[in-house]
């Protein structure tokens, strides 16, 4: 079984490179499937799951962060919020936001990274993550899952015009995620 396994994912590799085909994130991965059922009731928040990695100078914070959290309706468990150790530097300055949060709640986001975290220098590509899901400052991922932005480029994603499909049309550019293969990461 495990030579089967292994003939199969060799002889699929030869024909990708046989046939000069890309594995990258199509654009109608922009929105999660239509099959899709988020894991929450989304008529409140389009954010399900949200992860915090905070610097430890907020630690006090945490009852009013959580409070916070949960004045706009997002599920807040007992490691929602983590705090970076002090004396291990600064928390990772990353997001990582789904691609089915609408773009109030990614602008809600941000807001909440700048205000605690400083900073906001790395997006996540989005295929990496559950369509309603968040993470601030998270160090799950490698650097080869984080793209570089710049501060005008936060800036046009915090645009309140925005509307979700912009939002997310625009992310998926600056992650420049069409041209990311998917054999990339595992």
Not at 102 to 118: C, H, K, P, T, Y
């Amino acid at each position: 079984m495990k030579r089967l396994m292994i003939s199969a994912i060799c002889l699929l590799g030869f024909f990708v490179v046989l046939g000069g085909t890309s594995l990258a994130v199509s654009k109608e991965y922009l929105f999660p499937p239509s099959t899709y059922k988020p894991p929450c009731d989304t008529s409140k928040t389009t954010v399900c799951t949200i992860e915090l990695w905070l610097g430890h100078k907020h630690k006090k914070q945490k009852k009013e962060i959580k409070k916070f959290l949960k004045s706009k309706s997002l599920k807040v468990l007992h490691h929602t919020i983590q705090f970076w150790r002090r004396g291990n530097g600064h928390p990772p300055t990353n997001i990582a936001i789904g691609s089915g949060v609408s773009a109030e709640d990614a602008r809600m986001v941000i807001d909440i990274a700048l205000e605690f975290n400083d900073n906001i220098e790395h997006l996540i590509l989005r295929p990496l993550n559950p369509p309603n899901y968040v993470a601030i400052a998270t160090s799950a991922w490698d650097k080869m899952s984080e793209v570089d932005i710049t501060p005008k480029q936060l800036e046009m994603l915090r645009n309140p015009e925005l509307n979700t499909e912009e939002f997310h049309t625009l992310y998926y550019e600056m992650t420049n995620e069409g041209s990311v293969k998917k054999d990339k990461f595992y």
